[in-house]
């Protein structure tokens, strides 16, 4: 009897939430945003130079260890904290109500806990089942929250107000962190190898952008933007996205 | 979302802008472009890239390759004055002339470099669509040990040929890019134009 009831009201209070979500999701997603709102440029600016200074005397020069970045051990460690983040993933997609995304990610983490070795593999992915990654920041702009100002984080680089608060709650939110001890570091120590491999992977493209551009503040916010518009505008045209101009209608671009 | 730089680069921003300075010309009459034709201009140019990329020859070989491709294809005068922007008002004949120029070698040694990174891969072209008075082809590039990803074409006939004159790889366009650089390297040297074409022959 009693247990039956702490039935009734868990599911009473699963029933309140899922509502509450589809309140939120219901408002529909926030206008993908436009053009570069940056007020505290002179800050981000100088947070880029420590960003830069990070990269150049301890990212870069470590991530060189890894080689090309591509390496076979390297890529179990990549497979292995990728996995590892899907919950979180999944999480993220049911707060979406996008739920055939949530059940994709569940697949692949179940085929490849199991057959790829808890996840040191990727069968799933040749089996032609994709990750649908996602994060609690495009969650954010589901449920119609704004983009904010552009900022660039301290040793995290390029994000906006919103995904800056969805890359914290990310942290917090993910049930794999609910692992034991030694396990947990585990998948930090895979996470942060995966992180210098992929330094190391693109470090031609990578350097290009911090090192040989006129100004890599301006490019790095310009591209994480635009990517990240992308990214959130599903498939819109990318004159949307970025303010393009058509250069022999406007070919000054004004 | 990983929002470090490595993971922007995972976008393959750089490798796909190479794509962009590609662009195929045809020597057909002067009549709109139809849907069909920017299809096909670019199942064209992806094939000749496609070639090149899986030829087996030295990257400085295909680095050349590339170059040739770039210097013959694209609309490399509405770029040029595209990413100079305003400058380009108040700039004279000869001056647009050399930054073109200049220009153009900048990019093809900027981007042709990034070509190394298609090795192995392949573009498919999904789509095509009319965009205002021009065309955006679709493609999917697919490059070994990554996620396939999306590489938009843009080309017009208002030179008088068939031209791309600009590429969007996940949302990233080339133009806004090279507007936001040139406007850059314009503002380093307080607006000299002279001093940055000087600069730009031997930057890279």
Redesign the interface.
Known sequence: MLENVFQCAFRARNFMWLLAVTALTACGPAPVAQGINDPYEQTNRNIHQINLAV?RNVVRPVSRLFGDG?GFVL?RAKNFAGNLSVPGTVVNNLLQLRIADAGQNTLRFAVNSTFGLAGLFDPAGTLGV??K?T?F??TLHVWGVGEGPYME?PL????TAR?TL??AV?LVINPTNLLPEPEVYVGVAAKLAS?LG??A??S???D???Y????SY???R???L??????L?KGK???A?????????D???? | ???????????????GLALGSVALALPLPLRALTVDEARGLVDRVVGDINKVINSGRSETAMYGDFERIFSKYADVP??A??A???A??SASKAQMAAFTKAYQGYLSR?YG??FR?FIGGKIEVTGAQP????Y?VISMAYLQ?E?PFEV?WQV?D??GKNLF??I?I????M???E???VG??L??RKGDLDAMIADLQTA?
Do not use: C, H, W
């Open positions: 990269d591509d890529r994709a990750p990654p994060d920041g495009e984080v995290v680089g390029p994000s995904d969805g890359t990310d992180r992929d330094r992977r693109y031609g493209t990578v290009s952008i911090l040989d551009s006129a100004d301006a490019q790095t310009l591209l994480y635009q990517n990240r518009r992308f990214e505008g045209p990318a004159d996205a970025t303010g393009f101009v058509d250069p022999y209608e070919p000054y671009g004004q | 979302m990983d929002n470090d730089f490595s993971q922007l680069s995972r976008r393959r921003f750089a490798a509405v770029i004055r595209s100079l922007g305003v380009a008002r900027k470099k990034r990174e965009i205002k008075s021009y955006e040990g996620q938009r017009s208002k030179s004159f600009n969007i996940e949302g990233v366009n133009l806004a890019s507007r936001a650089e850059a390297l503002d380093k890279i």
